[in-house]
Nanobody, 119 residues
Framework: VQLQASGGGSVQAGGSLRLACAAS????????MAWYRQSPGKQRELVAR???????NYADSVKGRFTISRDNAKNTVYLQMNSLEPEDTAVYYC??????????????WGQGTQVTVSS
């Protein structure tokens, strides 16, 4: 199982980025998926989550600015990030939640992609 996160980079405040998380070895269509982020000195936090049925929820700090979506045909989950703020600077991780007790308790994680927003 491999989750490949991409799309990070450096932008100025107010800019946009689109992150992608492509999976191999696992079908994402049955799974809830999430994006987390972690900045230096802080705990990893949930940014957005999408259920297998397409229901979404977001951290209060990103509501109205970020959109999580999925393309099951491409086995990929996206995070569209608009109106970026310096506080959004972090390493972003995608997570595929477990669907079986045989899988790791925390599901599967991508390697992370750096997002840097300058003021």
């Amino acid at each position: 199982v491999q989750l490949q996160a991409s799309g990070g980079g450096s932008v100025q405040a107010g800019g946009s980025l689109r992150l992608a998380c492509a999976a191999s070895g696992v079908m994402l269509s049955r799974r809830a998926m999430a994006w987390y982020r972690q900045s230096p000195g802080k705990q990893r936090e949930l940014v957005a989550r999408i259920s297998s049925g397409g229901s979404t929820n977001y951290a209060d700090s990103v509501k109205g600015r970020f959109t999580i979506s999925r393309d099951n045909a491409k086995n990929t989950v996206y995070l569209q990030m608009n109106s970026l703020e310096p506080e959004d600077t972090a390493v972003y991780y995608c997570n595929a939640m477990r669907v079986s007790a045989n899988e790791p308790e925390g599901g599967f994680w991508g390697q992370g992609t750096q997002v840097t927003v300058s003021s």
